[in-house]
């Protein structure tokens, strides 16, 4: 089985930040991981050698009864209680409706990261995302804002994710034309069974750029993880519907197959650790996002930075992958 501690760190493109090349996702904080739950999880990632952890404001308001901001009130509270904050990379988001609004104005900014820092119970955030383009709000004011939380020293580093090709380009040209802080770090959605959009036309902004990339959806909401099979039933999640609906298709059963064919390759690991891998050796990703819900599922996801895949693994999986669905 490969081994699970995670020795290396790689640079986060222009940050002057270090990471794991494995980020651990916060959308479960509050949602499918409790407070016991979560700090397990968390305990896990960095006792295995994980230091880049990734939320957002609105993380778990879908949830009844939630608000939103449950994931950064758990990060806040493990951070807090292990001393741990001067070795964790922390990034969280603006932009979704929360109880404070949504979008990218430079009011909502800056109430927005205030509500973050105090639930994180940090002064500084590493890494903000705009977590959705805003197209009432003008680039320039979004930028400006952003910069002006960087130059303040309550931001270290800006990303971007769910922006189309055409916004993210006019907020790079923003900020070079204004001498502006500029996203560094693209937070696309990029999987084994979703590549179209992220490789037609981000990634090539990206390579030009200079920007890195974390995708999240590493794993497709759990389908790339073994427990969805063609004539099997779907495990019981909350979810599984939902994911059933968007994968299962033939491109989906065709990327569990040579899955399957991949992992028969390399004994003790498992689909979960060779998606990570494949995902992990696609041009300007820095450290893909994944989720876990128990101190064990979060060892195995750290597995995958130790796995090689061979040339033939990579084929096997590109070829599956770029069926139609």
């Known amino acids: 089985m490969p081994q699970t501690k995670l020795e290396a760190r790689k640079a986060l493109g222009t940050t002057g930040l270090q990471v794991s090349p494995l980020c651990l996702g916060g959308n479960v904080f509050g949602w499918t991981a409790d407070e016991a739950t979560s700090f397990a999880v968390l305990d896990a990632f960095v006792d295995n050698g994980g230091n880049f952890i990734d939320t957002a404001d609105?993380?778990?308001?879908?949830?009844?009864?939630?608000?939103?901001?449950?994931?950064?009130t758990l990060i806040g509270k493990w951070l807090k209680s292990r001393g741990a904050r001067e070795r964790i990379v922390i990034a969280t988001k603006v932009g979704s409706q929360t109880e404070l609004g949504k979008g990218l104005s430079r009011e909502h900014i800056q109430r927005s990261v205030e509500a973050s820092l105090r639930r994180l119970q940090v002064d500084v955030i590493d890494l903000y995302y705009a977590h959705y383009e805003d197209l009432g709000t003008p680039v320039e004011?979004?930028?400006?804002?952003?910069?002006a939380l960087v130059r303040s020293g309550k931001v270290r580093a800006l990303g971007t994710s769910n922006h189309s090709?055409?916004?993210?380009?006019?907020?790079?040209?923003?900020?070079r034309r204004n001498n502006l802080a500029r996203y560094a770090v693209l937070q696309p959605h990029y999987n084994l069974v979703e590549?179209?959009?992220?490789?037609?036309?981000?990634?090539?902004?990206c390579e030009r750029e200079g920007l890195v990339v974390a995708p999240y959806f590493a794993l497709a909401s759990g389908f790339l993880t073994g427990k969805y099979r063609k004539d099997q039933p779907p495990?019981?999640?909350?979810?599984?519907?939902?994911?059933?609906?968007?994968?299962?298709?033939?491109r989906g059963w065709a990327v569990i197959d040579a899955l399957d064919a991949v992992t028969r390759?390399?004994?003790?690991?498992?689909?979960?650790?060779?998606?990570?891998?494949?995902?992990?050796?696609?041009?300007?990703?820095v450290a893909?996002?994944?989720?876990?819900?128990?101190?064990?599922q979060t060892q195995e996801l750290l597995g995958a930075f130790t796995l090689q895949l061979t040339e033939e693994d990579l084929r096997t999986l590109d070829v599956a992958s770029s069926r139609e669905a």
């Open 58 to 72: 609105v993380y778990s308001s879908w949830v009844p009864g939630n608000r939103g901001g449950e994931s950064e």
């Open 141 to 147: 004011e979004t930028m400006a804002a952003f910069d």
């Open 165 to 175: 090709p055409q916004r993210l380009t006019e907020s790079l040209e923003v900020s």
């Open 195 to 205: 590549r179209k959009d992220f490789e037609s036309s981000l990634r090539g902004i």
């Open 235 to 250: 495990p019981k999640s909350a979810r599984a519907e939902g994911v059933l609906k968007q994968y299962g298709n033939a």
């Open 265 to 285: 390759r390399h004994p003790g690991a498992n689909f979960a650790q060779v998606a990570l891998a494949w995902l992990a050796a696609q041009p300007t990703i």
């Open 288 to 296: 893909p996002i994944a989720s876990a819900t128990s101190a064990s």
